[in-house]
Structure formats: structure tokens, C-alpha cells
């Protein structure tokens, strides 16, 4: 079981968000800050979009990932293919270590991404089979990691998120700019409640608690 909890805030407090944190959480040791690229799949009439958007007891995300430096053009090694599904309020998530480079993904997704044996790689794994999936989008997000130290939990602050390529095979059309939102994710035991040493960082920002989801954002965008 992931315990976790999502926070939005308009993307114009942002800033004021990354140095509420800069100044009153330790920076991650491992993975300060990076850019996150996410090729989102979905059935041709993007049913599970509409699961999410009908707020069904069953939900699935069915995603590959790589990452890349913040600030230069390199690429991590490795990409990964991750599938979160939720029960109501429980949910779960398998990563798979992909033998395909962040590069490569980054510079062919749709082509590469439909190449994907989805059902060898998920054989054993809760994922809606019995439709075919295809590539649909590449969401692209700026991180920052941090730990809260009282309580012990991790935060992210995504910023710039933006899907900015889309399928071509498909009747969608990319996004020009970000979203105007910005979120935090808090992860940890107890991270269903924002602890008492964060409730500064809501005060500074007006954050709010939702069930925020990027993909859902972004396709609601591109699919009109």
C-alpha cells in the first residue's frame, strides 16, 4: 500500500513554494532536481482518462519513464515501465527496469513506445487487459525532491508540467504552455495528513489537497 498526498497551488506561487522549501527542508541527497518524462498509455478511445474522470472504484495508469538532468541534455541510462492501479482509496505501483535507454525513448516515444510488449512485461501484474493499449502522450515535468525532517516524509514540488507531444496517429492536439497549476506530492507513513511542520508551506502558497492527477490534466487539454 502507497501512502501519499497530493497538494495544488497555482503555478504563479511556484516559486515562492521552492523557496519555502529550500529554506525549511533538507534538499534529497540522491535526486535534487531533474526533469521527469512520462509516455502515458491508453486505450484508442482513451478509456482509462475516462475512468478517472468518472471517479470509477477502479483506476489504472500505464506509464514508461526516463529522466534527464535539469539543467544539461543528458539523459539517464535506464527508462522504466510503471502501471499504478487504485481500489478506492488503496493503491499500488510496479516498476519494471526497461532494456531501452532514456535517450532513445526521448528521441522516438511513440515509435518505440507501440513497440513495447506490454503483455509480456506485465503478465503478472494488475493492469486492464483485454484492450489494447497505445502510446499517448510524453508529459514533461520539472522536480524537486526534499525530506521533511521532524516527520520524516519525502516532498516533491512538480513545476512547468506540460504535454508538449502527443501521438500523431491520433486526434490530439499538443499543449502550447504548462499547466497553471503547480502540485507537491508528500509521501510517507501518516502522509495522508500534511504534518504540522508544512502547514507554513500552505500558508505561503494557498496549496490545497487534491486527488490532482497530470495525466488527467493534460488530456483534458489536448483531447479538446
Request: glycine share 6%.
Amino acid at each position: 500500500m502507497r501512502h501519499e498526498s497530493k497538494y495544488v497551488l497555482a503555478a504563479a506561487r511556484q516559486e515562492a513554494a521552492l523557496a519555502w522549501l529550500d529554506h525549511h527542508c533538507a534538499a534529497d541527497a540522491v535526486f535534487r532536481h531533474n526533469l521527469i518524462f512520462s509516455l502515458y498509455y491508453d486505450t484508442p478511445d482513451l478509456t482509462l482518462f475516462g475512468r478517472k474522470q468518472d471517479s470509477d472504484y477502479l483506476k489504472w495508469k500505464v506509464r514508461v519513464r526516463w529522466y534527464a538532468a535539469a539543467d544539461t541534455p543528458e539523459f539517464s541510462a535506464a527508462a522504466f515501465l510503471e502501471v499504478k492501479s487504485k481500489e478506492g482509496a488503496l493503491s499500488r505501483k510496479v516498476r519494471v527496469k526497461l532494456a531501452i535507454r532514456g535517450v532513445e525513448l526521448d528521441r522516438d516515444p511513440f515509435s518505440l513506445g507501440s513497440g513495447l510488449p506490454l503483455t509480456d512485461l506485465l503478465e503478472d501484474q494488475p493492469w486492464p487487459r483485454g484492450r489494447p493499449l497505445v502510446p499517448v502522450c510524453v508529459i514533461r515535468y520539472r522536480r524537486h525532491r526534499y525530506v521533511e525532517m521532524a516527520s520524516g516524509h519525502r516532498v516533491a514540488l512538480d513545476t512547468d508540467i506540460v504535454a508538449d507531444r502527443v501521438n500523431p496517429g491520433m486526434p490530439l492536439h499538443p499543449m502550447l504552455r504548462p499547466l497553471d497549476q503547480a502540485v507537491v506530492e508528500l509521501k510517507g507513513p501518516g502522509a495522508q495528513a500534511l504534518p504540522p511542520a508544512l502547514l507554513g508551506l500552505q500558508a505561503a502558497t494557498g496549496m490545497r489537497k487534491d486527488a490532482f492527477s497530470k495525466y488527467g490534466q493534460c488530456v483534458t487539454q489536448i483531447a479538446t
